[in-house]
């Protein structure tokens, strides 16, 4: 049996992991190279020269752990790290081919969820006739999943030539990604949470339906909610139950609320103020793909990397969100070493 | 070979119904045809939809609440509006396996309202009666509780402490209605046929060509009202006889366009219940006329 104590605990006892497990392999490192030490002067050629190794491959494990490891476990840890994400793909300039860019780039999400063992559910999509994806509402759900795919955020944008250009020339198309933090769903719908109150909710369902009832027996499922303070409105019309509908709808709609009271709490926190600047603009250009030039572009951190497909068939992605949140750390831990002169 | 033909149907349903929707039940259809061992391919549920067929009766069930129901024709399609209200009195009454009530739904047909109150409320707090004329509505009724996993009330359900449902095949017209019932109830419930006669001319051919003209029609035939009121005076009449509805009892019947004012009426007439009030649905229509005991 687990009480939610339990869960607290274990959660801490995990938090706390990383912590523990540096401080003991770098107290087990220094022990074996003080053991090492005396051995440098042996007598014996081989045995000088086994300790030599030995002391060339400790002390690099020492470096690693004072320039790398230590200074990752001062960045504090992050209060959204159990989150799952909700990432929404809009289509933006480039018509078909932006949409056609917007399934590929779903396809880069999907595989590198099912990498890290996040489950994906596309929860809305609305299809063109090429082929593509005009948008996309994915939720990737798994333990870390809103904390690693956040820096997507940000309009993408993709040089080549269409599939579908006969004449070969290149075209540049965006797709605006915005990645929300997916807020878990309460046990009981459509009631006030911390998040917001029933009553600044507009329920209304699309189209009409005639005389309604008896009368009429075609699917009307679409519904839209406005939350009235912040005049954020979802549409969601893909399931065929109005309650399902409904249910996505609420789910999107604490994803947003939950994404605006994770900016405002940052924007509090003295600390982290220097890096919002850069991240908070979702209408910024944060990525090129050149396909003529075989290239990818970080343009926040001014990373390329070479080969294209690796990135849409492999998993580049990884290693320009390794840099990113190495990126982020290190702004963390500037602004802690500036605060405390 | 058989891509080309899809291509052409679906550009015929586009004209049908617009884009969106159908690029939408085409989703659905193919979403439909996925699901393991569903027994048609696309061209031929395309085919059947251009004929007019309800989607829901191609692709064999439909959501109602979070339940997914069967559907056959051509027993009555679960109406998004029932499903509204359905949830709506779900949190109005709230029964306990200490303090357990009874229902009964007249009209049942595919048992979408005894079901999805069964489905919402806690186990041992309810037992469902549903009541239809047609053989084929209470063969779908029993189907559909065996799939919400909602069973027949026996001595084993009730020392298990479940919710039960049991169907019952019967003209509520018959004097000897009564008999295979067990009164009082404390929830009445009902969607009875309620489209007037020269409305049910104008009906899309979806509704009028598929569904059960005895699930739709307010007045049997002949009969000298022709505002599809029939079935409420008759429901009235019947909830109106003493020992039939328990003190504090509850009465919600779905009405059609225009005529909820009509049906509060009756019941103030004929059964004599003092206090009622009129429900909207989604698309802001009166929708279901309730009335206390």
């Known amino acids: 049996m687990s009480s939610p104590e339990d869960i607290t605990r274990a959660r801490q006892i995990k938090d706390l992991q990383p912590l523990h497990d540096a401080w003991v392999q770098w107290t087990h490192t220094r022990e074996s190279l003080q053991e090492t030490l005396p051995l440098l002067a042996d007598t014996d050629p081989a045995m000088r020269a ?289 605060d405390i002169d | 070979m058989r891509r080309e033909p899809v291509r052409q149907l679906f550009a015929r349903l586009t004209t049908l119904l617009g884009s969106e929707s159908a690029n939408l039940e085409l989703k659905w259809m193919k979403q439909a045809h996925v699901t393991s061992t569903f027994p048609t391919d696309l061209s031929t549920m395309l085919e059947r939809r251009l004929r007019g067929e309800p989607l829901q009766y191609i692709l064999g069930t439909t959501p ?82 065996a799939k919400c996993e909602i069973p027949a009330p026996t001595h084993i359900s009730e020392r298990f402490s479940r919710n039960t449902f049991l169907p019952v095949l019967h003209d509520i017209f018959d004097a000897d209605f009564w008999t295979s019932l067990h009164p009082p109830f404390d929830v009445v419930t009902s969607n009875p046929p309620y489209i007037p006669h020269h409305e049910y001319e104008q009906l899309p051919a979806s509704v009028k060509d598929h569904e059960d003209p005895k699930a739709l029609l307010g007045d049997p035939p002949g009969s000298s009202n022709q505002d599809g009121l029939s079935f409420y005076e008759h429901i009235a009449f019947l909830i109106g006889q003493k020992g039939i509805l328990k003190d504090n009892g509850v009465v919600a019947l779905e009405v059609g366009q225009g005529q909820a004012d009509a049906v509060e009426k009756i019941l103030h007439k004929t059964s004599g219940l003092r206090k009622t009030e009129i429900w909207k649905d989604p698309w802001d229509k009166h929708r279901v006329v309730v009335g206390y005991a």
């Open chain 2, 64 to 145: 109602f609440g979070p339940l997914e129901l069967l559907t056959r024709s051509p027993t009555l399609i679960p109406r998004p509006e029932t499903e509204d209200w359905t949830m709506r009195l779900a949190n109005v009454i709230s029964p306990t396996s200490n303090r357990p009530i009874s229902i009964l739904d007249i009209c049942t047909g595919s048992g979408c309202i005894p079901l999805l109150l069964c489905h919402l409320w806690p186990p041992g707090s309810t037992r469902a009666y549903g009541v239809d004329i047609s053989p084929a509505a209470i063969r779908l009724s029993i189907d559909n509780a």
């Open chain 1, 50 to 338: 086994l300790a030599s190794e030995e002391y060339n491959s400790l002390t690099s494990t020492l470096t690693s752990h004072v320039q790398e490891i230590f200074p990752q476990l001062l960045v504090p840890p992050s209060t959204t790290q159990h989150l799952s994400a909700m990432m929404e793909l809009k289509s933006g300039v480039g018509g078909s081919e932006a949409s056609l860019f917007l399934a590929d780039l779903l396809r880069v999400y999907t595989r590198y969820a099912n990498v890290n063992r996040w489950k994906t559910q596309i929860v809305a999509s609305n299809q063109t006739d090429g082929g593509g994806l005009k948008d996309a509402i994915v939720e990737v759900k798994g333990d870390g999943a809103y904390d690693a795919l956040r820096w997507e955020s940000g309009v993408h944008r993709v040089q080549r030539v269409p599939a579908t250009e006969a004449s070969g020339r290149t075209h540049t198309s965006t797709v605006a990604v915005i990645v929300l933090p997916l807020a878990e769903e309460p046990e009981k719908m459509n009631c006030d949470d911390d998040l917001f109150s029933m009553e600044d909710v507009k329920i209304e369902v699309m189209r009409a339906r005639g005389a309604g009832g008896q009368h009429v027996n075609k699917t009307e499922s679409a519904v839209r909610l406005t939350h009235i303070p912040t005049g954020i409105t979802v549409s969601m019309q893909d399931e065929r139950s109005q309650h399902q509908n409904k249910r996505r709808a609420f789910q999107v709609l604490r994803s947003r609320l939950m994404d605006i009271k994770i900016t405002k709490d940052i924007e509090n926190r003295r600390t982290t103020r220097r890096n919002l600047v850069r991240t908070a603009d979702r209408s910024e250009k944060i990525r090129t793909y050149n396909y003529a030039q075989d290239r990818v572009t970080d343009h926040r951190i001014g990373l390329s990397l070479m080969n294209l497909a690796s990135f849409m068939e492999g998993d580049g992605v990884q290693d320009f969100l390794d840099a990113l949140k190495r990126n982020h750390d290190e702004d963390v831990m500037e602004e802690m070493i500036a």
